[in-house]
């Protein structure tokens, strides 16, 4: 039987690999697809899940089995079998039939599995059904009073702090473990255990002094008035015979620490102590379990973590230190029994979601000694994270203090007036004995250098910077010729890294740290290239849907913090549609939008409810309007009514993508009316008599942001003069991004456009609103050089200006900055926003070429069109839902070579940049291979191929010298 060339790969349960303790019912079994074959496509798959594996062979006892579904779309199946038990390890297997396939061929398969968590909840269908068995554990803690309980500092100590955090409580249980058959030899043997843990606060577990998991962080943030997320953990190998200890340390974390910008009192969000709530779950080979819950049995006091903060910072006092505490043996006499607080465990979810995790470690690239006993450590990367600093010989009471700052002042000290009340400094104690390793455990600092003082003689192999965020798979890569975009695309991946922390935060290093909605929403797009971010997006999508306001409102942060408006403003607030959409785009789960769709229509009720003449002016929450644009305002009912039009559009798209098409239908109406409201109240038209017109609102032009009409492209027509109110650049991107001008009027939009672009520097005068449109939008109205020119410049305001100064992140604002001016205000200066990185998609879609047709799902259908500009070489790869997608161009001399990979299912319009269309071929190794390609048309500047599933190499003439957009063509620099 020949061995067939589709294979599934990369199997994925709920966007996840092999996710332990789930609770979704109905959870997603997807894969991607690798074919060797040209054109290779799948025509069917059938899933099995079964709880034996050995069961997943032909005819094995199975739970559920789709049989065989014709379907040449889909990469993924809803589990549709018997109600899933609690507690239960599935395995499940996909085979992949190949359209391509000799009739009887045999299918190709990979297996994989998932385990349910503590509760599965039933589905709709299933109700009616058993009970859910309850958790039996009670929420536990050391001391509900925590003000003030910090030992007075002893003598000629400083005060360490005077904000009345607590000192992190420990906890423990002894029990007896797995009977060891020398003991017992009938004892059934133990065969598996799973912790099922949660905190409200953070919580670190040990079983007999190992610990559990790598979850840093853990449970993460939620709004825990809402939702407290628990993780389940294997913890088989850790259970041994006779005596067995759980050990817990808590901290306050979200729940109870400083968040937000307001320097409250600890407690002010969500709680006010630190609490533990766990399950160990002992099954012996005989089908018993025993459990081991959090209850008043557990012991508890304090040890050397005298506060840990998130923005404060951490405490160690190694003289407090309590040896031997999480293993067997210890004499726990003397503590006190835990506090039971409740058993309240209905707010408790999985997980859904991978953990925060130490993501990266990272060398100090110099070590200064800047006074006796200080040194300032560089990490050559702001990051979030924190150290790791081994300590020789520090006396009893002798302390090591590690602050952390982004940048330098001009005396090269620490800059850190722009984290505002984050004091962001840690703090080790001694105890008189050698060699401590000091790692904060329960707080995170925003930093690139760290002064570090305690120390006589800090050698730079004794420390370290731990890089901390959401364990993100890293799905896209991006080089092109240019080094300085190179760096440009590394800066806008540490951006991501140091603000996927547990949400999308919108720094990590000042007093705020908050999921911004619009943030997000303009740099999704960038970062689901980068990385995997579905399941991260699936649970920040819960936090947004929690934090909804009682009138249908989302809001400007999630998950919601007291104290923080509620009232969403427009481009903030509109996430909620945005991101659900994008993600259905990108992932092709059809649950991002069934989960937000209510949100949706809610949120376009809403608005439509206070601005019954559809121009968006009420209830527009704080408004920050393009948020941090340079230059003059854009109108803030411009952008109010485009994203109101915008939101309706989508809501009206995800209806469709649903079934839903009466609601479809209403809202695209609306949208209609929207986009003529905008029209007749903003746009003006002037002619060569120079008269000023309203301009009509006629039939308006696709989202242009990747769909406009392509044959117009490269030839601009004359048009009047447009006019939108304000003439500003983020007024003409949005209008255009959003599709809300008419064709006739869009490309006088889009030459305007330009003109202000050019006249700016080229340069943009964009906030946050603008900025993710801007070469996008340049691009689809032909104007990619201009684009291009943006990415290239080197002054302010610019994507190099930053970096030519040293950044290695995205800065919050073009002018961080100046030589002249130096820093800006501290109250807001953050050197490691992402938003402004959201150019990031850009670089993928634009220069490189790899991107997907306006209203293709799951790259189904590809679109390259690589953007060359000056550059002499550019490729992305992009692990998709579907599979690989890459393109890569290079110039010689006066040729171009474009390589395509397009996964199987998928087709591909490639668009091959040339400066003789006539010269463009694609190398198939043999005729039936070639039969794969098909040139369409020719265009200046390209030739148009459309191809399906595979490899294409494309060569090309491209001569520098012609007259194209290219530009001379630049050299490859290291
Ligand atoms: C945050 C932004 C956020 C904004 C709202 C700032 O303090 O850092 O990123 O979107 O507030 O205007």
Redesign the pocket.
């Known amino acids: 039987m020949p061995v067939p060339a589709l294979r599934p790969y990369a199997l994925r349960c709920d966007h996840r690999t092999t996710p332990l303790g789930i609770d979704e019912p109905a959870p997603l079994l997807s894969w991607r697809l690798a074919s060797d074959l040209r054109g290779d496509a799948p025509a069917a798959y059938r899933v099995r899940v079964a709880e034996r594996p050995e069961a997943l062979a032909e005819g094995g006892r199975l739970l559920w089995d789709s049989g065989r579904v014709e379907d040449p779309s889909a990469i993924g199946a809803g589990y549709a079998g018997p109600a899933l038990r609690p507690r239960t390890r599935y395995h499940w297997r996909v085979e992949v039939w190949s359209q391509a396939a000799a009739a009887g061929e045999e299918s190709a398969g990979a297996v994989s599995w998932f385990e349910t968590g503590m509760t599965v909840p039933s589905r709709s269908a299933d109700r009616g059904g058993p009970d859910e068995p309850a958790w039996r554990a009670s929420w536990i803690t050391h001391d509900p009073n925590p003000i003030a309980v910090m030992d007075a500092p002893t003598e000629g100590e400083l005060a360490l702090d005077d904000h009345g955090l607590a000192p992190c409580p420990l906890l423990r249980r002894a029990f007896p473990g797995a009977a060891h058959p020398a003991d017992s030899p009938a004892a059934s043997p133990l065969v598996r255990a799973r912790l099922y843990v949660s905190a409200r606060g953070l919580y670190e577990v040990r079983l007999n002094g190992t610990r559990v998991g790598d979850a840093e962080l853990a449970p993460g943030w939620t709004d825990y008035t809402r939702r407290v997320q628990y993780q389940t953990y294997d913890v088989t190998e850790l259970v041994g015979p006779g005596e067995n200890v759980l050990a817990a340390t808590l901290a306050d974390g979200w729940w109870s620490g400083f968040v937000g910008f307001e320097p409250r009192r600890a407690g002010a969000h969500y709680g006010t102590f630190p609490q533990f709530l766990a399950e160990l779950h002992l099954t012996h080979a005989d089908g018993s379990v025993r459990t081991v819950v959090t209850d008043d049995t557990w012991v508890t006091r304090t040890g050397a973590i005298r506060y840990a903060d998130l923005l404060r910072g951490e405490c160690h006092d190694l003289r407090q230190a309590v040896d031997g505490w999480e293993s067997p043996g210890y004499d726990d006499d003397g503590w006190s029994p835990a506090l039971v607080v409740d058993a309240d465990h209905r707010l408790l979810v999985a997980s859904v979601d991978e953990p925060v995790r130490a993501m990266a470690e990272i060398r100090p690239v110099s070590v200064t000694r800047v006074s006796p006993g200080t040194h300032l450590v560089d990490f050559g990367q702001n990051l979030a994270g924190r150290i790791r600093l081994r300590v020789d010989d520090l006396a009893a009471g002798a302390r090591v203090v590690v602050r952390h700052a982004e940048v330098l002042d001009d005396k090269q000290r620490l800059y850190t007036a722009n984290l505002r009340t984050a004091a962001a400094t840690d703090v080790l104690i001694g105890d008189g004995r050698r060699h401590r390793t000091f790692e904060p455990r329960f707080t995170y600092h925003g930093f690139r250098y760290a002064e570090i003082s305690g120390i006589p003689e800090l050698r730079s192999d004794a420390v370290l910077a731990v890089a901390l965020h959401s364990d993100t798979a890293w799905t896209g890569s991006f080089d092109c010729s240019d080094p300085d975009i190179r760096r440009l695309h590394a800066c806008v991946e540490w951006g991501q890294r140091s603000n996927f922390v547990s949400v999308p935060t ?2 990590p290093q000042r007093d ?1 740290r908050l999921g ?1 909605l ?2 997000a929403q303009v740099f999704l797009p960038t970062a689901a290239l980068n990385a995997d971010v579905a399941a991260f997006f699936t649970k920040w999508l819960r936090d947004i849907d929690d934090a909804r306001t009682p009138d249908g409102g989302f809001t ?1 942060v999630a998950p919601r913090l007291a104290g923080v408006a509620d009232e969403g403003a427009p481009g ?1 607030a509109d996430a909620g549609v945005v991101v659900p959409w994008h993600l259905y785009r990108t992932y092709g789960d059809p649950r991002f939008l069934s989960r937000a769709l209510d949100g949706m229509r809610a949120w376009v009720a809403l608005i439509h409810r206070h601005n019954p003449d559809l121009i968006w002016r009420h209830r527009v929450g704080p408004h ?1 309007s393009d ?1 941090l644009a340079p230059g003059v305002p854009t109108p803030r009912e411009v952008i109010a009514t485009a994203y109101f039009a915008h939101s309706t559009r989508l809501t009206a798209l995800a209806a469709e993508a649903l079934g839903h098409h009466d609601v479809a239908q209403e809202h695209h109406r609306l949208a209609a009316a929207i986009r003529a409201a905008f029209v007749a109240r903003f746009v003006t038209t002037g002619d060569a008599d120079g008269v000023e017109r309203a301009a009509d609102a006629g039939g308006t032009a696709p989202a242009g942001r990747t769909g406009r009409a392509e044959t117009a492209e490269d030839t601009p027509r004359p048009a009047g003069q447009v006019r939108l109110a304000g003439d500003t650049q983020t007024g003409y991107l949005v209008a255009l991004a959003f599709g809300l001008l008419p064709e006739h009027l869009a490309d006088g939009a889009a030459r305007r456009l330009a003109e202000l672009v050019e006249a700016a520097g080229p340069a943009l005068q964009t906030g ?1 609103v603008g900025v993710a449109l801007a070469a996008p939008v340049l691009d689809a109205y032909g104007r990619a050089d201009l684009a291009h020119a943006l990415l290239r410049r080197t002054e302010v305001p610019s994507w190099l200006f930053p970096l030519r100064h040293g950044a290695t992140t995205i800065w ?1 604002r073009w002018d961080g900055w100046t030589p002249e001016g130096g820093f800006r205000a501290p109250a ?1 200066n ?1 050197f490691n ?1 992402y ?1 402004l990185g959201s150019i990031g998609e850009w670089l993928y879609r634009g220069v490189a070429g790899v991107d997907q047709d306006a209203d293709s799902v799951a790259y189904r259908r590809l679109r390259v069109r690589p953007r060359p500009g000056a550059l002499g070489h550019a490729s992305a790869r992009y692990e998709s839902a579907r599979g690989t997608v890459a393109a890569a161009w290079r110039r010689e001399g006066d040729r171009l070579t474009l390589r395509v990979q397009v996964p199987p299912g998928a087709t591909a319009e490639v668009f091959v940049p040339t400066t003789d269309p006539r010269s463009v071929r694609e190398l198939a190794a043999a005729p039936e291979e070639g039969a794969h390609s098909t040139l369409i048309d020719t265009g200046p500047g390209h030739a148009r191929y459309q191809v399906a599933s595979g490899s294409y190499h494309f060569t090309a003439a491209f001569s520098p010298a012609a007259p194209t957009s290219a530009g001379p063509q630049e050299e490859d620099t290291p």
């Open positions: 919108d720094c705020e911004w619009a943030d400007n903030w920050f948020w946050f919050e807001m953050s926003h938003a």
